[in-house]
Nanobody, 122 residues
Framework: VQLQASGGGLVQPGGSLRLSCAAS?????????IGWFSQAPGKEREGVSC????????YYADSAKGRFTISRDSAKNMVYLQMNSLRPEDTAVYYC???????????????WGQGTQVTVSS
């Protein structure tokens, strides 16, 4: 699976961004999930949200609940992360990644996009 994340940028606190993840190379008959992870400088990569592409079940980290929404467009092979009410502590590089099922464990995701920088600052 090949993934490419985009949509990051500089936004003021309280603002919004929509991250996009373009996916390709899925193997027919396999089940997949796409997750979004964040990694701030000096910190470990953390799970933010995940969507199961077979069931459309979605999962969010506590810090993302009520502010972020993950969605997908099957026709375009795209997964999105709508980020609202952004806070300075959301500043990080955001990655999309694929796995066989949703999990918060980064090591279980076997394909990763290149990351997109999100900076929340006034």
């Amino acid at each position: 699976v090949q993934l490419q994340a985009s949509g990051g940028g500089l936004v003021q606190p309280g603002g919004s961004l929509r991250l996009s993840c373009a996916a390709s190379g899925f193997t027919a008959g396999y089940y997949y999930a796409i997750g979004w992870f964040s990694q701030a400088p000096g910190k470990e990569r953390e799970g933010v949200s995940c969507i199961n592409l077979r069931t459309d079940d979605t999962y969010y980290a506590d810090s993302a609940k009520g502010r972020f929404t993950i969605s997908r467009d099957s026709a375009k092979n795209m997964v999105y992360l709508q980020m609202n009410s952004l806070r300075p502590e959301d500043t990080a590089v955001y990655y999309c990644a694929s796995a066989r099922t949703c999990t918060s464990v980064a090591s279980l995701f076997d394909s990763w996009g290149q990351g997109t920088q999100v900076t929340v600052s006034s």
